[in-house]
């Protein structure tokens, strides 16, 4: 309808439309996984409980919307990095640091920080895949002193 038509300050009208471009920015399927569904879960641990639920016992990570984005191989890639990445984190992380991200972590559950470490505890799967036998020690040894401050 607006055709050549000029309007306001002489813009042509389908000038003025296209002006403003969509300006999509690519991003790694890492990148993706970080700042779009990383970033509103609570805490480290809160994040490391979330990427070890999406692995399964075969070792494959599951999460259908990286996957479709950025194709299986880059969404396993991404997924095994944050895993790893997160699991770095919190080892390197003081425990005076932990105890306040047991509390951030365990907020949106809806549990006190005690259960959810305990429920923590109880799990087989947090680890990444191959963290290496000094990485499973260390953090046994953390989510132990852990119980232990609160």
Same mark, same amino acid.
């Not at 990148?31 to 480290?44: C, N, R, V």
């Not at 880059?74 to 919190?90: G, P, V, Y």
């Not at 959810?116 to 109880?122: E, I, P, S």
């Given at each position: ?5 000029? $309007?306001? !300050?002489?813009?042509?009208? =389908? !000038?003025?439309?296209? &002006? ?14 970080? #700042?779009?569904? @990383?970033?509103? $879960? ?6 490391? !409980?979330?990427?070890?639920? @999406? *692995? &399964?016992?075969?070792?494959?990570? #599951?999460?259908?919307?990286?996957? &479709? ?6 969404? %396993? ?10 699991? /770095?984190? $919190? ?5 005076? *640091?932990?105890?306040? !991200?047991?509390?951030? /972590?365990? %907020?949106?559950?809806? $549990? ?6 305990? =429920?923590?505890?109880? *799990? ?12 499973? *020690?260390?953090? =046994? ?10």
């Amino acid at each position: 309808m607006c055709g050549r038509q000029v $309007i306001a !300050d002489q813009v042509p009208c =389908n !000038d003025f439309i296209f &002006r403003k471009r969509n300006k999509m920015t690519l991003k790694s399927a890492f990148e993706d996984l970080t #700042e779009t569904t @990383l970033h509103p $879960i609570s805490g480290m641990l809160g994040k490391l !409980d979330y990427l070890s639920s @999406l *692995r &399964r016992a075969t070792g494959y990570y #599951e999460h259908w919307g990286l996957g &479709r984005v950025h194709g299986e191989l880059a969404a %396993q890639r991404a997924l095994a990095e944050a895993h790893r990445s997160m699991l /770095s984190r $919190i080892l390197r992380s003081p425990l005076q *640091r932990l105890v306040e !991200d047991l509390e951030l /972590s365990s %907020q949106p559950k809806g $549990i006190t920080p005690a259960v959810y470490l305990q =429920n923590l505890r109880l *799990r087989t799967d947090l680890l990444p895949p191959e963290p290496g036998a000094a990485s499973a *020690r260390h953090f =046994n040894s953390v989510l132990h002193a852990l119980s232990s401050l609160t």
